[in-house]
């Protein structure tokens, strides 16, 4: 049973389940270019020991996605279980899937017709946000491969989460930020500038809406935060001026932890020194910053802040 400075993920996600602990994330060997596999779960009681691996997801033979299994989220909508992730086919096409299953200690499978991200588009790292209204968005990541500037979208969902409905909103881009710095990636084509977007997470607290998302920063991969200035996904959205995470780690979600808000993400970020990280994550003047090691028990509320007032 690995502990948690031994448990190797990426783009960790956390939630409370009958007395334990779920932990999915980023979990294939080479995440980048090798086949897709699928995703593991792990399960722990203190936060400290996890169980595991066991299967959460393994692709069917006709399954589009063929590489880059990345970021898996699960939650709970409308009494059913559904996990948010993103695949590529390997030769250009990548875009968030919809998968479904009972319960989110059991085997998902794909439930929407196709990546619910915009045909033609680069697209990474897909969440589920629920409105006051109880209308689903997917909010998502256009890839600075594509983009350039990376940006944030919003996208309308069927009620049945099987297909996208009209067209995206932009969110804002990269470049918004006051705290994200570009760089430069000749070997991928770009001899200009480009600003990275990853991991958007959106989450209520009792200031209304806001939104933790990745990008690079003065000390590398970085997590920054945004709030919503009308409460809605829609915007417009403000930045705070500097990032939570500043150095060397990324791709975080937030959920209540024993005595408040946790920030759970991974850290260092090159494969394969990658490893969780669960921090308390405080309230001051600027917005947020970040606390000591956050204790989490599987006993308490749901891990998940939207559930906040």
Not at 249 to 259: I, N
């Amino acid at each position: 049973m690995p502990h948690l400075s031994e448990l190797r993920i990426r783009d960790p996600f956390i939630l409370r389940f009958e007395g334990k602990l779920l932990l999915f994330g980023t979990t294939d060997d080479d995440p980048w270019g090798g086949r897709g596999l699928g995703f593991d779960r792990y399960e722990s009681i203190d936060g400290e020991d996890w169980a595991g691996p066991f299967p959460a997801f393994r692709p069917p033979a006709d399954f589009w996605g063929r590489t880059q299994f990345w970021a898996p989220e699960v939650h709970l909508y409308r009494d059913r279980w559904w996990m948010f992730a993103t695949f590529a086919d390997g030769s250009g096409g990548r875009g968030t899937q919809v998968l479904a299953a009972e319960s989110p200690d059991g085997a998902f499978q794909p439930w929407s017709i196709g990546p619910v991200t915009p045909d033609g588009w680069m697209c990474l790292d897909g969440t589920l946000h629920v409105d006051e209204a109880g209308e689903p968005w997917l909010v998502f990541c256009h890839e600075w491969l594509q983009a350039g500037d990376g940006r944030i979208y919003a996208q309308r969902l069927s009620a049945d989460l099987t297909r996208s409905e009209g067209d995206p909103h932009l969110l804002f881009a990269a470049s918004d930020a006051p705290w994200a710095r570009p760089f430069r990636n000749t070997d991928t084509g770009y001899e200009t500038s480009a600003y990275i977007t990853d991991g958007p997470y959106l989450f209520r607290d009792a200031d209304g809406l806001a939104m933790v998302w990745s990008s690079g920063g003065d000390g590398g991969y970085s997590v920054g935060l945004a709030r919503s200035a009308s409460g809605h996904v829609l915007g417009p959205w403000r930045h705070q001026d500097r990032p939570i995470v500043d150095s060397d780690g990324g791709h975080a979600m937030v959920f209540e932890a024993d005595g408040g808000l946790a920030l759970a993400f991974h850290q260092p970020n090159d494969v394969p020194r990658e490893r969780l990280r669960v921090t308390a994550l405080l309230a001051d003047h600027d917005g947020y910053r970040l606390g000591d090691a956050a204790r989490v028990a599987a006993a308490g509320p749901s891990a998940d802040a939207r559930v906040l007032p």
